[in-house]
Nanobody, 115 residues
Framework: QVQLVESGGGLVQPGGSLRLSCAAS????????MDWYRQAPGKQRELVAV???????NYVDSVKGRFTISRDNAKNTVYLRMNSLKPEDTAVYHC?????????WGQGTQVTVSS
């Protein structure tokens, strides 16, 4: 079955950096578009970044220039490098994939940006 396992979250000061990882199994990873979403307390889940199987990327405006999504097809892993973190980036970050119309989510990893 499809499994997505995130890691790399934590507590970081404003201006700091983190790299999130999402290890995928049960899919043909190299052919699959992968996404990162986030959900802050009291807010709707938000699409943060997308990477296609051809490695084209797209970002929500609020993270452009600060976040970078990338993939390693040999490791079946997608990454989210987050620089210049702000308190408003605090959220649970989820890896996501859609396969044949079905949505699959990882358990999420907490990112807290605070001094």
């Amino acid at each position: 079955q499809v499994q997505l396992v995130e890691s790399g979250g934590g507590l970081v000061q404003p201006g700091g950096s983190l790299r999130l990882s999402c290890a995928a199994s049960g899919i043909i990873f190299r052919l699959t578009t992968m996404d990162w979403y986030r959900q802050a307390p009291g807010k709707q889940r938000e699409l943060v970044a997308v990477i296609t199987r051809g490695a084209s990327t797209n970002y929500v405006d609020s993270v452009k220039g600060r976040f970078t999504i990338s993939r390693d097809n040999a490791k079946n892993t997608v990454y989210l490098r987050m620089n210049s973190l702000k308190p408003e980036d605090t959220a649970v970050y989820h890896c996501h994939v859609k396969i044949l119309g079905a949505d699959y989510w990882g358990q999420g990893t907490q990112v807290t940006v605070s001094s």
